[in-house]
T-cell receptor, first 112, second 111 residues
Framework: SQQGEEDPQALSIQEGENATMNCSYKTSINNLQWYRQNSGRGLVHLILIRSNEREKHSGRLRVTLDTSKKSSSLLITASRAADTASYFC????????????FGGGTRVLVKP | EAQVTQNPRYLITVTGKKLTVTCSQNMNHEYMSWYRQDPGLGLRQIYYSMNVEVTDKGDVPEGYKVSRKEKRNFPLILESPSPNQTSLYFCATHSGYNEQFFGPGTRLTVL
């Protein structure tokens, strides 16, 4: 079963605009991670936020986590055509965060 | 360079013919996992391993086996593949409560 549900499923924006996607989950977590995937290729880790953190930044990425609402958001600022990809949230639980449960993903298209 | 390698990258086979997908990591991580990715279903964990000789089931273990005889290797075995195992498979590794590093994927088609 999917722990994370992502919203929206697809997003189309112009280069330079910001892209925001949301993730909701159901059970308690150790941390929440965001990954990017380009067209059926491998997943690339973007950012990890631990359950005791509320916000984290990495370059043009900003992630928030609200454990009371069991939700997270990923903001990509000043998007570029190269940001076109699918983005997945994944919640880590269990011993050493072994159990990683993915959401269905958000497909982002950045138009030049 | 830190790497997770999978072989083969592409495989077309027939129902019932046993196959193994290999996974190897050079990061000395204790933890390794296998996932499958299907359209509309996202990635689902098949099995994971916490160390040599220690494995456990993920969300969709039916029809799969794994072994962890060496720290760096974590092969996925399909004893009798069926068409519903046609999928894109990823191996991943991590240490502790940290991000996972994914292999490039193996696209399997079972006819």
């Amino acid at each position: 079963s999917q722990q994370g549900e992502e919203d929206p499923q697809a997003l189309s924006i112009q280069e330079g605009e910001n892209a925001t996607m949301n993730c909701s989950y159901k059970t308690s977590i150790n941390n929440l991670q965001w990954y990017r995937q380009n067209s059926g290729r491998g997943l690339v880790h973007l950012i990890l936020i631990r359950s005791n953190e509320r916000e984290k930044h990495s370059g043009r990425l900003r992630v928030t986590l609200d454990t009371s609402k069991k939700s997270s958001s990923l903001l990509i600022t000043a998007s570029r055509a190269a940001d076109t990809a699918s983005y997945f949230c994944a919640t880590a639980s269990g011993a050493a965060g072994n159990k990683l449960t993915f959401g269905g993903g958000t497909r982002v298209l950045v138009k030049p | 360079e830190a790497q997770v390698t999978q072989n083969p990258r592409y495989l077309i086979t027939v129902t019932g013919k046993k196959l193994t997908v290999t996974c190897s990591q050079n990061m000395n991580h204790e933890y390794m996992s296998w996932y499958r990715q299907d359209p509309g279903l996202g990635l689902r964990q098949i099995y994971y391993s916490m160390n040599v000789e220690v494995t456990d089931k993920g969300d969709v273990p039916e029809g799969y086996k794994v072994s962890r005889k060496e720290k760096r290797n974590f092969p996925l075995i399909l004893e009798s593949p069926s068409p519903n195992q046609t999928s894109l498979y990823f191996c991943a590794t991590h240490s502790g409560y940290n991000e996972q590093f994914f292999g490039p994927g193996t696209r399997l088609t079972v006819l």
